[in-house]
């Protein structure tokens, strides 16, 4: 075990190297030279020459970004265009608003999904199976801003039971950041509980088949306690593996969820930043955005060796 | 940890579709029809392209044309879905729309299969270096989000319909090449493979003749449902403003301009986001029936 996680730790940092490379190699690319950028209307060749050289534009591209790599890593993320506030603090301050609502919206879509598959699976082709994959076909193709629209309408505009935008801090106010969470939440989690729905109903009808679960019928074991203590553990196996491929999505979704309800995450400042073309600030979000992504992707990977020990830690590269 | 793409390649449908290569498509049908989902999905795709085709003579209006002293109209007879707050028609632009999305649907696909599976094929048959070198490219690539990737590439590039279709067709490049090399991994190793080198077939006949036909399955599945993903990826991108400018007609940028006005008239909201779910679930349901006829173990 401590083998693997030694020999995963270390396959991070090839994956760190390359989303480095790109976020900065991005920043190259994009169109206009960023001296003439900050120098504005007025200024001469030696003043952008001079500049050039303290920004240390001038060297090869691979020292560029050896000094960037080195700033990051001592925090040093560099300072807005606009604010000139640095822009590792504006992170740091919505990070947590963008990690709450991706960690609520996965508890919702498992809360729903779990139950709902296991229904559909135990009773296949009965109107709870037939109504369970309708709404979870509908689920899967429903984009997430789409819903997010329609919950705003519904339950903010017009019902006016939630609160449509804007954030409260979890410290200062528990109940009202709740309720600010709630249509953001749902809003995310809905599309990937339709999806895990599916997924369910699917490995647990397959695992239903298995021979174990028909031994543990003839030992004469409650059909609730087959399907709960047996079949359904060995079921959300590919559950975790899904919900690790689908962190990506879900970071999506949560970009224009935020941007939807007003949420002062890393997504809204991203778009933001995007919009403002404060470049330091873009830089920042997609870096957090993909960090993100891969820590998220250790976590499953380690969650999966936990719930499935026939998992061989020691098997080989591939 | 990639227990993913290459697992579900399902090496064991390989041979049994190679002896019906001929008719694989005949039988496919035949068991798609009578789906009842999936030949919904199908009839829905069929009008959505004759939509986009024929949206010039289909719409009632130009799409960009305003009615000053009709703005915000609720439906009416003369505009069966309203006016938007600059006065053009809901329907029209609804129907203009269509292109877009199945534009970036379905060119965003052909850009990822034409550089992804040759990328694949060369990894899994060759191996060694080039496979090492393209793989990790591809890990790269697959470390991002594909929607901030997406992004990132809509930052670099300007924002217009083409290169939407571009920043798709990247981000799942690594999809099918991943997806291929795990076929091609599992084919090359089978007798008649063996037995088709042994009678010195050259390298490319090998590959598109022998090996790639057995990879139809999962691609031809995959492909159908990523088009659902990327047309709610474009709409995503344009709601967000980086993707489809005004005043070409766009989904999701129409959804987004006409928010800020949804207390006036929020149909027009709805009928944008409408349009969108109907397509994805077209193509899902679609693929969905095309997964359960074509590869039973690809569920999930």
Known sequence: ?318 | MRHTLAVRTAPGVAPALKTRSQNLYVITFRQLIRKRTALFGLGLIIVLVLTAILADVMAPYDPIETFVDSLMAPPSAQFPLGTDMLGRDVLSRLIHGTRVSLYVGVFSLVLAIFVGIPLGVVSGFYGGAIDNCIMRVMDIILAFPIFLLAIVIMVILEPNVLNVVIALGIVRIPIYARLVRGSVLATKELQYIEAAQALAVPDPRLLFRHILPNCMAPLIVTSTLSVGTSIIVEASLSFLGLGTQPPTPSWGWDLKSNLLLVEINPWITLFPGLAIFLTVLAFNLFGDGLRDVLDPRLKD
């Open chain 1, 1 to 318: 075990m401590r083998q693997y996680l030694l020999r995963r730790l270390l396959s991070l940092l090839p994956t760190l190297i390359g989303v480095t490379l790109v976020v900065f190699l991005m920043m190259h690319f994009i169109p206009g030279d960023p001296v003439t950028n900050m120098m504005g209307e007025m200024f001469s060749q030696e003043d952008a020459d001079r500049l050039r050289q303290e920004l240390g534009l001038d060297k090869p591209i691979l020292v560029q970004y050896g000094k960037w790599l080195l700033l990051l890593l001592r925090g040093d993320w560099g300072h807005s265009m606009f604010t000139h506030q640095p822009v590792l603090t504006d992170i740091l301050y919505r990070l947590p608003v963008s990690l709450e609502l991706l960690v609520l919206s996965t508890i919702v879509s498992l809360l729903i999904a779990i139950p709902a598959g296991t229904i559909a699976a135990v009773r296949p082709n009965t109107w709870k199976d037939y109504s369970a994959m309708v709404v979870a076909m509908a689920g899967v193709s429903i984009p997430e801003f789409f819903l997010g629209v329609m919950l705003f309408l519904l339950f903010g505009l017009v019902l006016g039971w939630l609160p449509v935008s804007g954030y409260i801090p979890i410290l200062e106010n528990p109940w009202g950041n709740l309720m600010h969470m709630v249509l953001p939440v749902i809003a995310l989690g809905m599309p990937r509980a339709a999806l895990l729905t599916r997924l369910v109903r699917a490995s647990l009808l397959e695992v239903l088949k298995m021979e174990y679960v028909t031994t543990a019928r003839a030992k004469g074991l409650g059909e609730r306690f087959v399907i709960l203590k047996h079949a359904l553990k060995n079921a959300l196996i590919p559950t975790v593996t899904v919900i690790g491929l689908q962190v990506g999505f879900l970071i999506g979704g949560a970009i224009v969820i935020e941007t939807v309800f007003a949420v002062p995450g890393i997504g809204s400042f991203g778009i933001d930043a995007i919009i403002k073309r404060d470049y330091p600030q873009v830089q920042a979000f997609v870096l957090v955005g993909a960090l993100i992504f891969v820590l998220a992707n250790l976590v499953v990977d380690l969650l999966y060796v936990v719930i499935d020990p026939r998992i061989q830690y020691n098997a080989g590269e591939r």
